[in-house]
């Protein structure tokens, strides 16, 4: 009986012996050939998102203690304190400076100091200050390498990202947060004339109609109905850019500048909605009669008019309850928008020794996670979050599909200077747009003459 049982013993032993072979001689080539890429991906997925090694492998090298220096205009404190959470093996330093024009001194000390940054912060044409340095870098590359997903950005925001650029090439810089802009109104005024407050999705006609009804004299007070506290702002209302990406001014002969300019106009001639600050400057942000006066009933403003509204109330100049907000003025209601005015962006230099880590950091301050945390749509405020803030992104941004010229700031101061001959000259539309064209083409030619 023992005798019969033998050779099923012997296979099952040979059997064991076997899997136990194939077991070592697989585990002794997971570092060779083709299972190299299986390898390679479990050491990915075994990467948090900012790029830190997973404790539970413990077969991975901690990354590279690094240093990343900055070019960041303001206080960072808050940012660095996030960083250096997320990413503890990289140490930041930090330059006080704006990729601007204005700022092109303090630009030039640094190179002489040799604080070559790695990452900087820029405003909307900073790209065109950057490239007179040959500071650009182009982070198609590594946009593709860190498969960062672009699918969910709505289309405005991917358009920023290559509205600034100063050729058709690659992307350079990646949009942090956006400017947004809606209505914001006084509700003690409109108590005091006995009339509706706005709503969302009200077009300019609709608002200009209510302002003529709040603007008025009551008890010995001049109230006026609607502010339009910037021209950046109606600016941003344009289908197009006033200086296109070949440096060629483009005021005359265009509908939507002669329909922005009529419509400035006929806020003007609501009789006493002209603000009484001896400027002749119809766009007077920082007045704020909204709440500095409490004699304005609306005003058409960015997001920040918000927190001036909290702040006023703090000071006792009006009550939290007198004020809200509705969406920014239609101006074609088939395609509701809101101004582009421009926001933060980051890139990186291309004098960085660690553009993967550096293209990490700016992916993460660019995250929705990050935007959303360090600039709240409500500012993080008790009191601002029972406001309408919703309004302020009810309308997508109006960003042109075309690039723009870096002197398109010249465009757009002389649309406000010309704005104000309007009102306060009585210059007609039509010359006000013929003199715009004519003084930003002398002011462009002389402008790169001295480059």
Request: hydrophobic share 35%; with cysteine.
């Amino acid at each position: 009986m023992n005798c019969k049982r033998l050779p099923t013993v012997l296979i099952l032993f040979l059997s064991i012996l076997l899997l136990a072979a194939c077991s070592d001689d697989t585990s002794g080539n997971t570092n060779e050939g083709n299972n190299n890429n299986g390898n390679e991906e479990i050491k990915e997925d075994n990467n948090n998102d900012n790029g830190n090694v997973n404790d539970n492998n413990d077969s991975e090298e901690p990354p590279e203690d690094i240093t990343l220096r900055f070019w960041y205009k303001g206080d960072h404190d808050e940012v660095e304190e996030r960083l250096n959470e997320v990413f503890p093996h990289i140490t930041f330093e930090w330059d006080d400076i704006a990729v601007i024009n204005s700022e092109k001194e303090g630009i030039e000390d640094a190179f002489a100091e040799d604080h070559i940054p790695d990452i900087m912060v820029l405003e909307d044409y900073s790209l065109s200050v950057l490239d007179g340095y040959d500071m650009l870098f182009d982070i198609t590359d590594l946009i593709e390498s860190h498969d960062l997903d672009m699918d969910s950005w709505p289309e405005y925001r991917v358009q920023s990202m290559h509205a600034h650029k100063p050729d058709d090439e690659g992307i350079y810089s990646l949009p942090g947060n956006l400017g947004l802009h809606g209505l914001a109104y006084n509700k003690k005024v409109f108590d005091t004339f006995g009339v509706d407050y706005p709503t969302d999705d009200m077009t300019w006609d609709e608002v200009i109609d209510l302002a003529k009804k709040v603007t008025g004299e009551r008890d010995g007070v001049q109230y006026r109905g609607l502010d339009i506290a910037n021209d950046p702002q109606m600016v941003g209302m344009l289908d197009d850019w006033l200086v296109n990406a070949d440096d060629e001014v483009q005021f005359e002969g265009r509908e939507d500048i002669k329909e922005v300019y009529e419509l400035i106009e006929t806020v003007a001639d609501i009789p006493g909605n002209i603000p009484d600050n001896d400027k002749e400057d119809f766009f007077d942000p920082w007045s704020y009669g909204i709440y500095n006066e409490g004699n304005v009933a609306m005003t058409v403003h960015a997001r920040y008019i918000a927190q001036g509204l909290e702040d006023a109330a703090a000071e006792g100049k009006i009550d939290n309850d007198d004020y809200d907000f509705v969406s920014w003025p239609i101006l074609d209601e088939d395609n509701p928008t809101q101004p582009y005015t421009g926001g933060t962006f980051y890139s990186i230099s291309p004098h960085t020794e660690y553009p993967d880590e550096a293209f990490k950091v700016i992916e993460y301050l660019t995250s929705d996670e990050w935007l959303e945390e360090s600039d709240p749509l409500d500012y993080g405020s008790d009191v601002l979050k029972d406001k309408n803030m919703a309004a302020f992104e009810r309308h997508p941004l109006n960003v042109p599909e075309n690039r723009s010229s870096q002197h398109q700031v010249t465009g757009r101061w002389l649309f406000g200077i010309y704005a104000n001959k309007i009102i306060y000259e009585d210059i007609d539309v039509n010359t006000a747009i013929r003199e715009a064209q004519e003084e930003a083409e002398a002011e462009i030619t002389d402008s790169k003459g001295a480059e």
